[in-house]
């Protein structure tokens, strides 16, 4: 079961203008300027070669050297079947673990050895509602000294149709459900914008995606209050958690607890080198990514007042201090965008430092580089037909995979010239 493409690497860019951008070809950037540049599909991705290194000795005149060849001509992508595993929506690994972890919306974690072997991890789908399609166990993450403490985390819809962020014990072959301790209850107004993302950040805290709980677009702007935002957590601080020091609204102004606000539901977010890509899925006409320091916390990303740059629920919009999108793009490309992650395998030398992301409508992917605070070489991989992609993942050596709405689970490789 594999897909295969040959490259087509269009770059989109335009500059977000009055006119309608063209459906399926464009991406509005939001930034001073975007290079413009196209590869075709024969022309390999520029790829580094390893200086030659020389050592000569005081002793000798024997001298060394040696050279890291470059990898074949890269001719394209394939998805690769990872495994088959459907209506996952959340991908992890932890640090030096080969296993690959799913999470999968009715309430199981499947772990996948490398030689592909599945086995039952976690199962709480007796506590684990999913009967919205956006409900189900949305969040997974490793504590970064998984290996030593077997802490991790899930961020699930329960009975009550609220949403919970519960910490879990692991650390061999299997998890213990009755190990669960509670962290956060999220009383939901309605079964949408649960959000759900969970990452920890190079600071050692838990980053977690709560969406505004569909709503209408009031919680937006509301700082008070949880939903709409991603918080950051310290976890090994205080029992169930402790806040950081230093999170924005620590001395005021808002709920402490959150890092940015003014999101309607930021599926999925990736940490990436200092900076954080948020995925915001819009509701009449803008899907978004935007992308932040790691140093910007207390950042207002503007929904309801704007969805993607446009003005939305505030007129006056212009006036109001927000953080506009890095990329979006309008309906007549996509409805509802899932966020990925950043690559940083070995594979792919090639797309290091690439974010990749999908439309889960469309069924299209897409990567960008953040450089200079602003996205270059956006590339569309639309060939790829993965389907319906809930969700992107790494494991513990920064290969990528998908999860899929109606299965499974892909890996994305490359095709190269010797292949």
């Not at 050592?55 to 394939?78: A, D, M």
């Not at 950040?201 to 700082?223: F, I, K, M, R, T």
């Not at 200079?372 to 070489?377: K, L, Q, W």
Request: proline share 5%; charged share 20%; with cysteine.
């Amino acid at each position: 079961m594999r897909s295969t493409l040959l490259l087509g690497l269009i770059l989109l860019a335009s500059a977000c203008t009055s006119g309608d951008p063209t459906p399926e070809t464009t991406v509005t950037t939001v930034a001073t300027s975007v290079p413009t540049s196209t590869t075709t599909a024969t022309t390999a991705l520029s790829a580094e070669t390893v200086p030659s290194a020389s050592s000569t000795s005081t002793t000798t005149t024997t001298t060394t050297t040696t050279t890291t060849e470059p990898p074949p001509e890269l001719l394209g992508l394939e998805l690769q079947l990872f495994a088959d595993i459907d209506r996952v929506l959340a991908i992890a690994a932890p640090v030096g673990e080969q296993r690959v972890f799913l999470a999968e919306r009715h309430g199981v974690i499947h772990a996948v050895a490398a030689s592909g072997e599945a086995t039952e991890f976690l199962d709480i789908s007796d506590r684990v509602r999913a009967n919205g399609i956006e409900q189900g166990l949305l969040g997974l993450a490793f504590h970064p000294d998984y290996r030593e403490n077997g802490l991790f985390y899930v961020y699930y819809t329960d009975a009550a149709d609220d949403t919970r962020l519960s910490e879990f014990v692991g650390g061999g072959e299997v998890a213990d459900p009755a190990s669960e301790v509670e962290l956060l209850v999220f009383d939901q107004p309605t079964d949408r914008h649960n959000g759900g993302m969970l990452e920890f950040g190079p600071d050692g805290y838990l980053y977690v995606a709560v969406g505004d709980g569909g709503d209408g677009g009031h919680h937006g702007q509301q700082a008070d209050t949880l939903f709409g935002t991603i918080l950051r957590l310290d976890v090994d601080g205080g029992y169930p958690y402790a806040v950081p020091a230093d999170n924005p609204f620590v001395a005021g102004g808002g709920a402490a607890e959150i890092f940015v606000y003014g999101l309607r539901n930021p599926w999925r977010f990736a940490i990436d080198d200092g900076e954080i890509y948020i995925a915001d899925v819009g509701q009449e006409g803008w899907e978004e990514v935007t992308v932040l320091s790691l140093d910007e916390g207390g950042a207002n990303l503007g929904w309801a007042y704007r969805e993607g740059s446009s003005c939305f629920n505030s007129p006056e919009c212009d006036e109001i201090e927000t953080v506009l999108p890095t990329v979006e793009y309008d309906h007549g490309e996509g409805c509802s965008i899932s966020g990925g992650s950043v690559y940083r395998g070995d594979a792919i030398p090639e797309l290091h430092g690439a974010y990749f992301y999908a439309d889960w409508c469309r069924g299209w992917v897409r990567s960008f580089r953040y450089e200079n605070d602003e996205a270059v070489d956006l590339r569309d991989w639309s060939e790829l037909e993965p389907g319906q992609v809930n969700t992107f993942g790494t494991d513990a050596t920064g290969e990528l995979y998908l999860g899929t709405w109606g299965g499974p689970v892909w890996k994305l490789v490359p095709i190269r010239a010797d292949e």
